[in-house]
């Protein structure tokens, strides 16, 4: 495989298993909440792990152009 290959594959598992731990490990919900939510603000890891994809898809175009 080439080195581009190994890096989606990392990538992709790394995302699955992060994807899949914070789904399954989620909290039911309270049953005395009110029905309709309030929308909850970005926090900031919600933003390094948004600029983390940014610039992993950064490295994957970079690596691609440069071939």
Do not use: W, Y
Not at 13 to 31: A, D, E, K, Y
Not at 41 to 65: A, N
Request: aromatic content about 2%; proline content about 9%.
């Amino acid at each position: 495989m080439s080195k581009l290959a190994l890096l989606i594959n990392r990538i992709f598992v790394v995302l699955v298993l992060l994807l899949g731990s914070s789904i399954c490990n989620g909290q039911p919900p309270n049953p005395n909440d009110d029905p309709d939510p309030v929308d909850v603000p970005i926090t900031g890891i919600e933003i390094l792990i948004g600029l983390g994809g940014l610039l992993g898809i950064k490295k994957i175009h970079d690596l691609r152009k440069k071939r």
